[in-house]
């Protein structure tokens, strides 16, 4: 049986999402960013997906891309509870406690929470402390 999340607009946003990171994958960088970014910017492609396409997008021009765009594009992901928050915190960067924010992100990825607490500590934002290792018995 078919869910409302199953229609046809989304079966086309999902296959258009893996035509991109296919090229992506096969080196094609400016060609994914392309259609990350048309997916992006397509209003019947449901806000996630069009989120995702935005930090996909972002991560494959950043070394290109001004650093404020960056942060105009990202920013309104940016935010504690959004599903990227994590990778879009991590991309702009807007200051030491957006760095800090990320690193007391329980929902983030470990490797992703320890390489943001670093770079809170290095501006002087308070990160927390890094959880010890786990004891061997």
């Known amino acids: 049986a078919a869910t409302e999340l199953d229609t046809p607009a989304n079966r086309k946003a999902a296959a258009a999402l893996l035509r991109a990171a ?3 994958e096969q080196g094609k960088g400016e060609e994914a960013a392309k259609a990350f970014a048309a997916i992006a910017a397509d209003t019947q492609v449901p806000a996630p997906l069009r989120d995702y396409a935005a930090v996909r997008e972002t991560a494959i021009r ?8 960056v942060v105009d594009r990202l920013k309104p992901m940016a935010v504690p509870g959004n599903p990227w928050f994590g990778s879009a915190g991590e991309m702009t960067g807007l200051a030491g406690a957006m760095f800090a924010a990320v690193a007391k992100d329980k929902e983030a990825p470990d490797s992703l929470r320890d390489r943001m607490r670093q770079m809170a500590n290095q501006l002087g934002a308070d990160a927390g402390e890094a959880p010890a290792p786990a004891q061997q018995p």
Do not use: E, R
């Open 22 to 24: 296919i090229s992506q």
């Open 62 to 69: 950043f070394d290109a891309l001004p650093p404020q765009q």
